[in-house]
């Protein structure tokens, strides 16, 4: 990415900073972004930026270069540089738990040095991360080579990953990933994560208790689902094959040992990590265990190396080169300038059809934050609403309103060049479907043009006044399109990161703590103080609101237990 002035200016503060963007989106045609590529041929490569064969292109935005100025100018007041070097020096950047953020000492060589500083001392991050992915490898090729064995000595056949949240979601999408499609997984994965039952049956449905190995993801180990859900899983065991075989079928990966211990599972399968992890960034840690199970632990690794490779060059890459900084900054433009509150993510790559589900809790969990670290309110929006299904599933459901709705929703295009199937012609139509999207938004369609079209059609001009309006697409409608060569674990970790850095990014400019989840809190308190009262026995004065109550009531009435 070039730009045509290089030179970076600090605002007064941030305030300044994002009354300067939007001041700059209210200049005439500020929003608009054909204007842009009329004035100037290079755009789409001025503003397309690489690292090795991974390519954003934000030309389709309406950042020209003084705006881009301008973000780099706010990057400068947030003091990005800074902070990235606290990130990465293992400072406590989540602020509000006293805890660094060091989830790159994961898939950091174990030599790296990176420390995580800790209120009296630090962690060697990357050595101890490296420590426990020795016994992890260990571990998973003693399974593969059918040394480790159920309980009656089959075979383990099938992988149960238990956990909610981060505990789940990141696992899910890389073995996803990287299974779908293949029919060469090593064990089958399987997931559960919700409390309700329905999601047990389903899970284990057709499964054999004998055959398969059960992993209880969760870092605290105190959330509920996730105990639930383990506490059946084990019941299940038990039933098919005697309590003694608990310790055969049972892996516990988390920070909390001594709830491990408790709950039963021998210290020698419990694989465990550090608070300085975030749950939304542990599928690197032990949590993602499941994947190389899956997948074969030489994958795995590939799959940090990518995301190492990452880190890297978030770290050190200029900000004009810097994929992180790049997407994030647009993603200020679009939340703060253009005042977009949603993000939509279409990877047009069946394999990744869960990676929105992981980035909403990425984004969401990570910047859906109203106070800024002093704890004054921020006076600025943060977090955008994310949403996203693959494409092109995507443009036969909700693409009609970001084509044609009153508001303006971003778009982050996902494709890999080349498939790992034998029909090139459907991943040619994948690509030209993508592509096309990304035009048509850009683009849209005018009322003359339609109309033109329509009475070269030999339509009648009564017709043509009717419908015409209903046919116009407005345009000028941003995304941003990232490319690579092919989806594999190594594209794939490195995908991942990218967005966990854009985040970080994002965070630090709004001056949040992209790093705490306050906000889950609440509403876990609130259900454990209400379980209690949906029992047939329960006491009836319940303490709510009138709505609340009412609910109870209405709950054990229609069960037939009140
Ligand atoms: O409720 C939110 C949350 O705390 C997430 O941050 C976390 O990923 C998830 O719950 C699961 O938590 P745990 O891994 O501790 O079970």
Known sequence: ???????????????????HLRALADRMDGRRITPLFAADPARAARFTARFDDLSLDVSKSSIDDVALQALFGLAATAGLDDFRRRLFAGEPVNTTEHRAAMHMAL????????????????DDAAAMAGDERARMRRFVVAVHDRHIRG????????????????????????TEALTIGRSDAKLTPHFLSNVDGHAFLEATRGLDPARTLVLVASKTFTTQETA???????????????????????????TNVKAVAA?????????????????????????????????????????????????????????????????GLTGIWHTNALGCATQCILAYDERLRRLPAHLQQLEMESNGKHVMLSGAPTGWDTGPILFGEPGTNAQHSFMQLVHQGTRTVPVDFIL?????????????????????QAEALMHGRSEATIRADMAARGIAAPEIDAIAPHRVAPGERPSNTIMFTRLDPFSLGRLIALYEHKVAVQGCLWGIDS?????????????????????????????????TNALIERFLSLRGES
Not at 236 to 249: C, N, P
Not at 264 to 286: E, K, M, T
Not at 416 to 436: G, Q, S, T
């Open 1 to 19: 990415m070039s730009m045509t002035h290089t030179e970076i200016a600090p605002f007064a503060d941030r305030q300044a900073g994002f009354s």
């Open 107 to 122: 898939r950091a060589p174990e030599d790296s040095g990176l420390q995580a500083i800790l209120p009296h001392g630090s």
């Open 151 to 174: 309980f009656t000595g089959q075979v383990f056949t099938d992988v149960l990953s238990i956990g909610i949240g981060g505990s789940d979601l990141g696992p899910r999408v890389a």
């Open 228 to 254: 639930m859900n383990a506490a059946a899983a084990r019941a299940w065991i038990v039933a098919a094959l005697g309590e003694q075989a608990v310790a055969s079928h049972f892996v516990a990966l988390s």
């Open 263 to 327: 709950f039963g599972i021998n210290p020698d399968r419990v694989f465990a990590f550090q608070d300085w992890v975030g749950g939304r960034y542990s599928l690197w840690s032990p949590v993602g265990l499941v994947i190389p199970l899956a997948v074969g632990w030489e994958k795995f690794q590939q799959m940090l190396d990518g995301a190492w490779s990452m880190d890297c060059h978030f770290r050190d890459a200029p900000w004009q080169q810097n994929l992180p900084v790049l997407l």
């Open 416 to 436: 890999a060049a080349n498939a790992d199937h034998d029909r090139p012609d459907a991943h040619r139509a994948l690509a030209a479907n993508a592509f096309a």
């Open 515 to 547: 790093f705490d989840q306050w906000g889950v809190e609440l509403g876990k308190q609130l259900a454990s103080g209400i379980l209690p009262e949906l029992t047939p026995d329960a006491a009836k004065d319940h303490r709510h609101d009138a709505s």
